[in-house]
């Protein structure tokens, strides 16, 4: 079994930036795919970014590229969303997950879900 703790989470202006970090303990996920998804209320879980985690490749929806990076630190089994040019539309709790293989953008995809962390952008 394995832990996601997201952190970062807060409260920005539109226009602003903030960084999401997601740690992971309990397993060794270097072969791990890694993904950010983002539900706001009365809506699904959207899919945000993925990564693979061993070979570093990248994946956004079309909503957030060019604006949100993702990447990662495998010796620290850590995550991170770099969210630049926050739009109010961008506000939701944001998930970390995590695959046995490589990254998908399918929520049923993923077998391990942190808590997830509130981001809130206002006008």
């Known amino acids: 079994q394995v ?19 997601c ?5 060794t996920f270097s072969s791990y795919g890694m993904g950010w998804f983002r539900q706001a209320p009365g809506k699904d879980r959207e899919f945000v970014a993925a990564l693979s985690w061993g070979g570093g490749r990248l994946y956004y929806a079309d909503s957030v590229k ?4 993702i990447s990662r630190d495998n010796a620290k089994n850590l995550v991170y969303l770099q969210m630049n040019s926050l739009k109010p539309e961008d506000t939701a709790v944001y998930y970390c997950a995590a695959r046995n293989g490589i990254y998908a953008t399918r929520p049923q995809s993923y077998d391990y879900w942190g808590q997830g962390t509130q981001v809130t952008v206002s006008s």
């Open 66 to 69: 060019g604006r949100f990076t």
């Open 23 to 27: 740690a992971a303990s309990g397993r």
């Open 3 to 21: 832990q996601l703790v997201e952190s970062g989470g807060g409260l920005v202006q539109a226009g602003g930036s903030l960084t999401l970090s």
